[in-house]
């Protein structure tokens, strides 16, 4: 089984398993959900990790510069 992340048309975010992408779409239409973004569970954490690192890094900067203003 892998783990996706879905974002359907109605705005739903959820963390859904299946053996493949065929499975998933099948699963997902089952329930009346249409999915308007699908990415390997993996890929969104890389993806949010990269997010949370710059935002980090920004941060560090902006303290920096508050420093030397000082």
Same mark, same amino acid.
């Given at each position: 089984?892998?783990?996706?992340?879905?974002?359907?048309?109605?705005?739903?975010?959820?963390?859904?398993c299946?053996?493949?992408?065929?499975?998933?779409?099948?699963?997902?239409?089952?329930? @009346?959900?249409?999915?308007?973004?699908?990415? /390997?569970?993996? #890929?969104? =954490?890389? *993806?949010? @990790?990269?997010?949370?690192?710059?935002?980090? /890094?920004?941060? #560090?900067? =902006?303290? *920096?510069?508050?420093?030397?203003?000082?």
């Amino acid at each position: 089984m892998t783990e996706y992340r879905v974002v359907t048309e109605c705005g739903r975010n959820f963390a859904w398993c299946a053996v493949d992408l065929e499975q998933l779409f099948r699963n997902l239409t089952d329930r @009346a959900y249409r999915a308007v973004k699908v990415q /390997l569970m993996s #890929e969104y =954490e890389a *993806e949010l @990790a990269h997010k949370y690192g710059q935002e980090e /890094l920004v941060h #560090e900067l =902006e303290k *920096e510069i508050e420093g030397d203003a000082a």
